[in-house]
């Protein structure tokens, strides 16, 4: 989440707002469009919560304060003008105030939406993430945690091997199984090392550019 507030020039307008674009982190399908002053600015950014001036009510109003339907945010930007804020942001159920997800009308399934290999990183960053901060003894991924990265790492190793073992015969289908069990317990340890996917992926990506 950027902390450059001085890209963001609030003087273009006369009444000191600038539009703002909330997208899904995860999906990115445009959920609503709002404005922001300074003030919202520093309060969304302070709070992780995506907060607005409403123009209607004369104050600042965040999205969520009475449906509880907040949108945390992810990641803030700025365009090459600094005149219009582009928030990626999870939201905790449907965006506008008619009940749909988008106030665009769209629909915005994760299930359906998310791309493949997008799916990988809000695996990281959304389930398995809190099942690490937020423990349950009835989570197996919270027990991995629990016991540590020589565990998590012993476990990916297990995997890898019934990968070559499952490779050599010709299911499919157990194949399959084990390289998901395999990058299930690989996300693990990454997150228990603090490593978010997106890293990885930019390793690769500076091997084949």
């Known amino acids: 989440m950027t902390n450059e507030l001085s890209t963001i020039d609030f003087t273009k307008s006369p009444d000191g707002l600038v539009p703002a674009v909330i997208q899904d982190a995860n999906t990115s399908v445009v959920l609503m469009l709002g404005y922001m002053n300074r003030d ?6 302070a709070e992780g ?4 001036f409403s123009r209607s009510k004369q104050r600042l109003w965040t999205k969520g304060e009475t449906s509880d339907n907040f949108l945390f945010v992810k990641e803030i930007l700025a365009d090459c003008d600094g005149d219009t804020i582009l928030i990626k942001a999870d939201p905790a159920g449907p965006t506008c105030h008619t009940g749909d997800d988008t106030c665009f009308g769209e629909k915005n399934n994760r299930n359906t939406r998310i791309g493949e290999a997008a799916f990988l990183n809000y695996l ?24 540590g990265v020589n565990k998590i790492a012993q476990k990916v190793g297990e995997e890898a091997v019934e990968v070559v073992i499952e490779a050599k015969d010709n299911d499919d289908g157990l194949f399959k199984g084990e390289v998901s069990d395999l990058l299930f317990h690989l996300l693990v340890l990454l997150e228990q090392k603090n490593i978010d996917l997106d890293e990885v992926i930019s390793v690769l990506r500076s091997r084949h550019s």
């Open 40 to 45: 919202a600015f520093e309060k969304t950014q």
């Open 49 to 52: 919560k995506v907060t607005f």
């Open 124 to 147: 990281q960053k959304d389930i398995i993430r809190d099942r690490k901060l937020n423990p349950n003894d009835e989570s197996y991924t919270s027990s991995l945690f629990k016991r």
